[in-house]
C-alpha cells in the first residue's frame, strides 16, 4: 500500500514541478491547459504513469489517477482493500491538500482538485476519493 501511495505522490510531484516551470513564464488557467501547453511535462507524466501501472486523467482542474489491482479479489478482499484506503484518507488527505496548495500557488490556477481511484482487476471501483486544498472533497 506505502508503495502505492509514494507513486502516487511521485507523479502528483512531477505535475507541480512542470506546472512551477511555466508559472515562471506565464501559466494557462486550467491544470489540463499547463499539462497540454508543455510537451515535456506531458511525456514526463505519461512516462511515470506506465511505469507505474497507472492511468492519469487530467481534465480542467482535476488530476485522476486510477489504480488497477491486476489480481481476481473475492467480495473480502474487496472489502479489505475498501478499509485499508479508508483507513489511509487521512494520510492521502494531507499529502495530497499540501500537493494541491503547492500546485495552485505555484501556477496560479485555482480549484485543483486530486481524484484517487483504485479499481479490480475485473473493473468494479474499490475506493475513490478526491482532494483539494483543504483535504477531502465531499
Known amino acids: 500500500m506505502k508503495r502505492v501511495k509514494?507513486?502516487?505522490?511521485?507523479?502528483?510531484?512531477?505535475?507541480?514541478?512542470?506546472?512551477?516551470?511555466?508559472?515562471s513564464c506565464g501559466s494557462p488557467k486550467t491544470l489540463e491547459a499547463v499539462v497540454e501547453s508543455n510537451s515535456d511535462v506531458k511525456k514526463e507524466i505519461d512516462q511515470v504513469a506506465a511505469s507505474s501501472g497507472m492511468e492519469v486523467d487530467i481534465k480542467e482542474n482535476t488530476c485522476a489517477f486510477t489504480y488497477t489491482i491486476n489480481e481476481e479479489l473475492d467480495e473480502d478482499m474487496i472489502k479489505l482493500y475498501a478499509d485499508t484506503f479508508k483507513g489511509m484518507e487521512d494520510d492521502l488527505?494531507?499529502?495530497?491538500?499540501?500537493?494541491?496548495?503547492?500546485?495552485?500557488?505555484?501556477?496560479?490556477?485555482?480549484?485543483?482538485?486530486?481524484?484517487?481511484?483504485?479499481?479490480?482487476?475485473?473493473?468494479?471501483?474499490?475506493?475513490?476519493?478526491s482532494f483539494d486544498k483543504n483535504g477531502v472533497v465531499k
Open 93 to 129: 488527505s494531507s499529502e495530497f491538500s499540501k500537493l494541491v496548495a503547492e500546485l495552485e500557488e505555484e501556477a496560479k490556477i485555482e480549484g485543483v482538485v486530486m481524484k484517487v481511484t483504485y479499481k479490480s482487476a475485473s473493473g468494479d471501483t474499490i475506493y475513490e476519493q
Open 6 to 23: 509514494m507513486k502516487l505522490l511521485t507523479l502528483v510531484a512531477v505535475a507541480v514541478l512542470g506546472a512551477s516551470f511555466l508559472a
